[in-house]
Nanobody, 121 residues
């Protein structure tokens, strides 16, 4: 099992920046990808950014050039970060950390509890 804890959400004005962090603990050696999703009120959860174990990144078109995902390992935990710049009101959502796990050839995933990001006009 992998446990995820997010932090770093908050309220910011349009044009501002926030950095989200997610700490993964447990069977972190089984993690193959880490990423971020978001869900705005009344909307479906959507992909924001992902990073593979090899450091390959991909982004939703809506955040390319503004958001940067990165990952790190320290203190028996795996971390994934989302640096969000030039924030827009439409970035307002609950942001969820997600990891894909492969164990014995079976792929599963885990989700964090979510952190609220609110961007005011």
């Amino acid at each position: 099992q992998v446990q995820l804890v997010e932090s770093g959400g908050g309220l910011v004005q349009a044009g501002g920046s926030l950095r989200l962090s997610c700490a993964a603990s447990g069977r972190i050696l089984s993690i193959v990808t880490m990423g971020w999703y978001r869900q705005a009120p009344g909307e479906q959860r959507e992909f924001v950014a992902g990073i593979s174990i090899g450091g390959i990144t991909n982004y939703a078109d809506s955040v390319k050039g503004r958001f940067t995902i990165s990952r790190d390992n320290a203190n028996n935990k795996a971390y994934v970060y989302l640096q969000m710049n030039s924030l827009k009101p439409e970035d307002t959502a609950i942001y969820y950390c997600n990891v894909d796990i492969v164990e014995r050839g079976v792929q599963t995933n885990a989700w964090g509890q979510g952190t609220q990001v609110t961007v005011s006009p």
